[in-house]
């Protein structure tokens, strides 16, 4: 829809006069400094993190600096890359009830959606200059800079969004957007005018309902996930003249500061690297040759490809990008395109505890969890449910009468076996090199990479320089994507904190009397919820503080609950219809929605089954974790 929307008014551009030439050329020298420097970010912190290793184990040093220039070179990720991920339009949105409305509502949505991109990057934009402004005479700990160096790129991101902003409004939404834009200001201009009137009535618990009301409203209307976190925090700060509007930058700020954030974009340049660099095609074809005698043959073939490649990217899209693309043609020809998608929706849901993986980092990044115990104890739980679609494929399979495919030879076996052998390494280095204390999963993360370009570059020859540095760029546009949507639900986390959301869970738990099963089920549901709403990650980072130390007084293991929260926010994810992830299945399958949703049902019931073995034998979580002697 978005593409006849642009098709639409492309025709509308034309009868239009053209943009000044010096503006056309203006614009893209700043997109190409934009890019430069994510380029330049993500390639520095490589080095500096694989330099530093090396300092330590051959000179026993460290670099004392690398932590200082970890959190500005995230920040710079985090905004400019989210500009970046902006102009691309790779933001999350959920289109579930706009794909089932007229075409010109569809319209006006998408035209409100970039106006509302454009009005919260102005109001956070001026909050931030405000926020450097009051942190300017702290300093840095090493350099000595001012503390407000930082949160620079925060501005010079939603700068670069506004800019955006009016430069998707004019090309892709016409006249419709002043149309559009004058109904938005009159709105605004109405609400602002009569704020003392309706301003009391938002005293007590109307503030927080109606801030959660106006967010499911956005959601709903197709408002990208990020801005309409930034805007349900603004919201929520403007009705109840609280803090100053500085609270929304600086928990943004905070939000990306975390030195373990920087194994995003590490693991998801691994996956890319994967995928593009011949990793996976060898991947696939091993795994072919040794289970694609089984009934359901290549569907079999995804699930156990998928267990394996998510063990060396911690990215959902770039595993299903990277499965996907080698099989999409033969999937599509022995057993359609909806079902390929389905089971690679189910796969990915099962790969979410697969180490590494992002949601892992995540969890990690705002708990005191062990993150080589959460890695450690997401291998068995991910095999668990892989059993589970195997099984049901297997059957499916047998009641259709599916023909089998013959079993490859010893040596053609052996051969993709050797040739796969260096890819089936990556996995076995990273968690070495975690359990065994060797380096941190952001220096594990670095090695990743440097081994991933080894065999992309050197041994299968299938990248070359230019795929690899639009391959950097798109790591970095889609970790900005990712730690944009982190650094907003840091924001309305903190909201629902202030509004006593945590003590109210508390208060609902006692009134279910403690009772740890109930208490497990209604967090089920509560984070597929969620992960519909909030595109997945940003639904652990806001739920996942609150709910841990409940979990924790009712007796239950948090590390066997934050992995079962995973697994739910991941069935949110790729929820038909409505979980963005289902989206990415889709494209790469080249199937349409409804196809692939009537294909899930049985995948999706199955996953849910192996979800709730999980959650209550939690054995399968903690046994290696216990044995390793990580987690409680």
Not at 112 to 131: E, N, P, Q
Not at 155 to 169: E, P, Q, S
Not at 305 to 319: E, N, R, T, W
Not at 530 to 535: F, N, R
Request: include cysteine; charge should be positive.
């Amino acid at each position: 829809m978005r593409d006849e929307t642009v098709k639409e008014n492309e025709a509308t551009a034309a009868i239009q006069p053209e943009a000044p030439r010096a503006g056309a050329v203006v614009l893209r020298v700043i997109d190409t400094c934009a890019d430069s420097l994510l380029v330049v970010a993500v390639l520095g912190e490589l080095a500096i993190v694989f330099a530093n290793v090396l300092a330590r184990i051959f000179f026993t040093t460290s670099f004392l600096w690398a932590d200082e220039v970890a959190r500005f070179v995230l920040s710079i990720i985090a905004f400019i890359g989210g500009a970046v991920a902006y102009r691309r339009r790779e933001h999350a949105f959920v289109r579930a009830l706009l794909n089932r409305c007229p075409q010109g509502m569809q319209r006006a949505c998408f035209t409100l959606a970039d106006i509302l991109a454009l009005f919260i990057s102005l109001v956070a934009g001026v909050a931030s200059l405000d926020y450097i402004e009051s942190s300017w005479s702290e300093r840095t700990p090493i350099f000595q800079l001012p503390a407000a160096t930082i949160a620079m790129p925060l501005t010079a991101g939603l700068a670069l969004l506004a800019l955006y902003a009016i430069n998707h409004l004019r090309r892709e939404h016409g006249r419709r957007a002043w149309v559009v834009a004058g109904v938005f200001m009159v709105a605004m201009a109405g609400v602002t005018a009569t704020r003392g009137l309706w301003l009391p009535w938002f005293a007590g618990d109307n503030a927080i309902i109606a801030t959660v009301t106006l967010f499911i409203l956005a959601i709903l209307a197709g408002v990208p996930v990020g801005f309409v976190l930034l805007m349900a925090t603004a919201a929520y700060l403007w009705v109840t003249d609280a803090p100053s509007l500085v609270a929304l930058p600086q928990s943004m700020v905070n939000g990306t500061g975390n030195y373990i954030l920087l194994a995003v974009p590490f693991f998801i340049f691994a996956g890319l690297i994967m995928e593009r660099g011949g990793i996976s095609l060898r991947l696939v074809r091993f795994v072919e040759t040794v289970v694609g005698h089984l009934r359901g043959g290549l569907l079999q073939v995804s699930v156990v490809s998928m267990y394996i490649v998510s063990g060396l990217s911690g990215s959902k899209p770039a595993d299903v990008a990277a499965v996907g693309t080698v099989m999409r043609d033969r999937l599509r020809d022995r057993h359609g395109a909806g079902e390929g998608a389905a089971v690679l929706a189910a796969s990915a849901i099962m790969g979410e505890t697969v180490p590494p993986s992002i949601a892992m980092l995540i969890i990690g990044s705002i708990t005191q969890l062990s993150m080589a115990g959460l890695f450690i104890g997401g291998v068995i739980p991910a095999a668990v449910m892989a059993v589970c679609l195997m099984v049901l494929i297997y059957v499916r399979a047998c009641r259709a009468r599916t023909p089998r495919t013959p079993r490859a030879p010893v040596g053609s076996m052996l051969r993709a076996a050797l040739i796969a052998v260096p890819a089936l390494l990556m996995p076995v280095i990273l968690l070495v090199g975690i359990l065994a204390g060797i380096a941190t999963p952001t220096e594990v993360a670095t090695f990743a990479v440097l081994y991933g370009l080894v065999l992309a570059m050197g041994v299968y020859r299938a990248m070359n320089w230019q795929t690899f540095m639009r391959t950097v760029l798109d790591t970095a546009s889609l970790t900005g994507l990712l730690l944009f949507i982190f650094a907003a639900s840091a924001g309305f986390s903190w909201t629902l904190t202030v509004a006593y959301v945590p003590q109210r869970l508390v208060a609902l738990l006692h009134g279910m009397q403690n009772s740890t099963n109930i208490f497990m089920v209604a967090s089920i549901l509560l984070l597929v919820g969620a992960g519909v709403l909030l595109e997945g990650l940003p639904s652990l980072n806001v739920l996942a503080p609150l709910l841990l130390p409940i979990a924790g007084k009712l007796g239950v293991s948090e590390l066997h609950y934050a992995l079962v929260l995973i697994i739910a926010m991941g069935i949110g994810g790729f929820m038909p219809l409505a979980g963005v992830g289902f989206y990415v299945c889709c494209a790469v399958m080249k199937t349409g929605i409804e196809e692939a949703s009537r294909a899930m049902v049985p995948y999706l019931i199955v996953i849910v089954i192996g979800l709730l073995i999980v959650a209550f034998v939690p054995w399968f979580t903690l046994f290696l974790p216990h044995h390793f002697g990580f987690g409680r």
